[in-house]
């Protein structure tokens, strides 16, 4: 745990619902510092973080299933105000001697709640007819601890919301966390500030400011290198570590000649001439083309390239003399999946840039964005100053257009994809889309089809059109583009690329497809 810089901190213990990152959310956009730890954290380990307040997450299973979590004994006697959500709120309910039902159906779905009691946690709501709420639970309250009142009722749950003001003890049967419940942001911050007594402080201009001198103590006067992809992460966190340490930071950027046209030239600008960054580029094209020379498998095309990353990276580094720390830029839901309720191994990711290299490097980490979510990135991203095309970028694969292009890599093959890809990001903007859909991009399909240009008939590439809306990778639906939009991609890529004539929309979701084709 980093977080003895911030002085008022939530902790959530997470008994497994899908929600439980969304608590976080919440909670930091009301400024409040907060973590996830699973459900199951030492008293110790409580105590030394010694939060504001808990937050005990919703959950799949039932307190009566033989493996139910539980809290750590004494978690109930520490003092520190609770908020119990659904599985939370089970959770109280039976620990503190009240009666939970078991109930073989779900209730899923809007409900409308009256409010019995509007002093704290549902301060300001009430109004007349009920709110909405989300409900999304099987067991229900059947019978409240000694202590409590009933704070709130629906149709189904006539112990919807309960509280003991003596111990500031709360429980809500719904998800305040979600977007469905429309006041469900209003009713944690209630429970923050009117309950818990938060300031709220969390903000990205103190958290720049606080990394900053952190990163300056953890690192003093060693050398740091930092592995940049052009991407906001590695950007954040190279700006950081810039202003922290200066020129004992080195910067490297692998061009593998999979990247989008002009792509390099813009890294070597901004980070090279305008931050004044040490900035070293390795043009390593040539190298990644001869290694993926006839390879059309994508499995084997991604590893390619990730050893080649290793080894191209590693090469530069020794390059650059004594150095002790690698910076990387991992987020914070990396680092909840590998601690959270559902243990590490449920959770590997397949595709992590540059995974292999601390292991293999023998350095020592850095990576000031280990607390922060993506959108926190870009906020931190915009207070240093990185101009808005970097901070509200697009997400772009590691292996870069070599998994766009199905099929053999080649020069040419490459150049088409560039040329319709540049064409697609122009009318995505024009059309003031980019920051709208998660991603939008072209592929390279291995087939060629017939058409007539002129008199003429051709037999040329296809090329695929995939803009998805998403909200963290995990699902993804194609985005209903205008039409218009599309004709107008549709006539400048095949008018305007030699090589292509024909370009199909692709319109399937993830799942059962995934974003990229490869
Ligand atoms: P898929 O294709 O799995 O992609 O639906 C989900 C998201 O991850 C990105 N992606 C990658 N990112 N290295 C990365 O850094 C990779 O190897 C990689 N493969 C896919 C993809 O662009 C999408 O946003």
């Avoid at 300001?124 to 704070?151: A, C, N, Y």
């Avoid at 100053?385 to 490459?414: C, D, H, N, S, Y």
Wanted: a neutral charge; charged letters at 25%.
């Amino acid at each position: 745990m980093t977080a003895s810089l911030y002085k008022h901190k939530i902790l959530i213990l997470d008994f497994g619902s899908q929600y439980t990152q969304l608590i976080a959310r919440r909670i930091r956009e009301a400024q409040v510092y907060c973590e996830i730890h699973p459900y199951n954290l030492g008293l110790e380990k409580i105590k030394k973080f010694s939060p504001k307040g808990i937050v005990l997450s919703g959950g799949p299973l039932s307190v009566y299933d033989t493996n139910a979590p539980m809290p750590e004994e004494g978690v109930l006697d520490l003092g520190i105000p609770l908020l119990g959500i659904c599985y939370g709120m089970q959770v109280l309910t039976h620990a503190l001697g009240g009666v939970v039902a078991r109930s073989v159906d779900r209730e899923y779905g809007h409900a409308v709640i009256t409010i019995l009691d509007d002093t704290d946690l549902f301060h300001g709501l009430g109004q007349k007819g009920g709110e909405v709420v989300w409900m999304s639970h099987g067991d229900r309250i059947e019978k409240i601890p000694p202590g409590f009142t009933v704070l709130a009722q629906s149709k189904n749950s006539p112990i919807a919301a309960m509280a003991d003001r003596s111990r500031k003890f709360y429980g809500v049967q719904f998800h305040p966390e979600v977007a469905h419940t429309p006041q469900g942001s209003k009713i944690l911050s209630n429970f923050l500030f009117e309950i818990c007594g938060c300031e709220p402080s969390w903000t990205m201009a103190s958290f720049v400011r606080r990394t900053i001198k952190s990163l300056r103590e953890q690192i003093g006067e060693e050398r740091v290198i930092c592995g940049i992809s052009g991407g906001v992460d590695s950007s954040v966190t190279a700006v950081l570590l810039h202003k922290a340490v200066g020129r004992q930071l080195s910067c490297i950027f692998v061009d593998n000649g999979l990247l989008r046209r002009g792509e390099t030239q813009e890294v070597m600008e901004l980070f090279g001439k305008r931050y004044g960054m040490d900035l070293h580029l390795v043009d390593a094209s040539e190298h990644f083309l001869k290694h993926l020379k006839g390879v059309t498998d994508p499995e084997q095309k991604r590893k390619i390239i990730g050893r080649e990353f290793i080894r191209v990276f590693e090469n530069k580094a020794k390059e650059l003399g004594e150095v002790a720390y690698l910076a990387q830029g991992t987020l914070y839901p990396d680092v909840i999946e590998s601690v959270s309720f559902k243990g590490p191994s449920a959770t590997i990711k397949s595709h992590h840039n540059v995974g292999g290299l601390p292991s293999v490097m023998k350095l020592k980490l850095v990576e000031p964005l280990r607390e922060l979510f993506k959108d926190e990135v870009r906020q931190v991203g915009t207070e240093l100053g990185l101009p808005r095309e970097l901070v509200m970028r697009q997400p772009f694969p590691g292996p870069g257009l070599a998994v766009r292009i199905l099929g053999e890599i080649t020069p040419e093959r490459l150049e088409i994809l560039r040329a319709a890809d540049v064409i697609v990001l122009d009318e995505i903007r024009g059309a003031g889309l980019y920051e709208k859909v998660w991603q939008a991009f072209a592929v390279l399909l291995p087939i060629k089809t017939v058409g007539v240009m002129g008199d003429e008939r051709t037999y040329e590439n296809v090329i695929a059109v995939r803009i998805v809306d998403s909200l963290d990778a995990m699902t993804a639906d194609w985005t209903r583009v205008p039409y218009e939009v599309l004709a107008r991609i549709s006539n400048r890529i095949i008018n305007s690329v030699k090589g292509v004539n024909r370009v199909v929309y692709d319109i399937s979701s993830k799942p059962p497809s995934t974003i990229e084709w490869e």
